[in-house]
């Protein structure tokens, strides 16, 4: 078996940052991880800077970023003018070649999220998707609050299902079932995957996305592998959240995950020590330890390879976050 790692500590790790990261360390950050075999690595977000000043300079990254070949480098797109800014890359190696749009199950977070109703996001949606496929582009669909929203508390299977099957028909070639403020569990798994067989949607059409809120990540992604699906969504060193959800902490550590599915013998293609080294360096600017258990440990033990990153991890020559003191350096 081999499952394919969607890598989102890009955007989604990033975007929850209060400090800006610059541009020069993003771009370090997606080459290393495609160098550790990472081959899906979500890059940024054509969100609005007003909204998302964290990702800002979506445009500048793209066109300054290496690519590997055999590497899929997507982008998330709010709305028609964020594919015309994705699109206007488009000259840049190859360009854009996938893009995502990020819908939600419920009306409250598709008010404070996208401000619009469940029903007006599709709207939105069916002209960016037409005119993304127009160009060649794949088109993924994440729906978020697929097991319970904040605001409305748990979240019936069957609506979630509902929604995922319209994004679906509008073209999308793959669909992330999110768990946005992380309350999910392998029973509530089961009858979300239940529901979408019943709306004619299989596993080879959906992706997972956990967050770690009450530790239940992993044994939820081992769930939905159980029921066929083979695409999962994490953050390396477990960074990121939801900006419009104060509940929702960090994503599953992506370290974590490729722990567990070596120790199952499932293919990956992926590097753990080399995506911890990954990791710990990115800590070292954050300023704070990684949440992921896998990078915690690997630390601890300081190989050879994960004691030069060390090293880079407490090099006070490194960038500087916009927002920083000179004392946090």
Known sequence: MRVTVYEVGPRDGLQNESAVVPVEVKREFVARLAEAGLTTIETTSFVHPKWVPQLADAGELLESLPRVPGVRYPVLVPNEKGLDRALDCASNHGGVTDIAIFGSATESFARRNLNRTVESQFEMFAPVVERALA???????????????????????????????????????????????????????????????????????????????????????????????????????GIGGCPYARSATGNLATEDLVWMLDGLGVETGVDVRSLAATSLWLAGILGRPSPSRVVQALARELPADLAVARRRVVDRSRPKIQGERPEEI
Request: proline content about 5%; some cysteine; charged content about 20%.
């Open 135 to 237: 160009h060649g582009v794949r088109v993924r669909a994440y729906v978020s609050m697929c097991f319970a929203d904040p605001w409305e508390g748990p979240v019936a299977p069957a609506q979630v299902a509902g929604v995922g099957r319209r994004l679906l028909d509008l073209g999308c070639h793959e669909l992330s079932l999110g768990d946005t403020i992380g309350v999910g569990t392998p029973r509530h798994v089961e009858d979300l995957l239940d529901a979408f067989a019943e709306a004619g949607v299989g596993p080879e059409r959906l992706a997972v996305h956990f967050h770690d809120t009450y530790g239940q990540a992993l044994a939820n992604t081992l769930t939905a592998l159980r029921r066929g699906i083979t695409v999962v969504d994490s953050s390396a060193g």
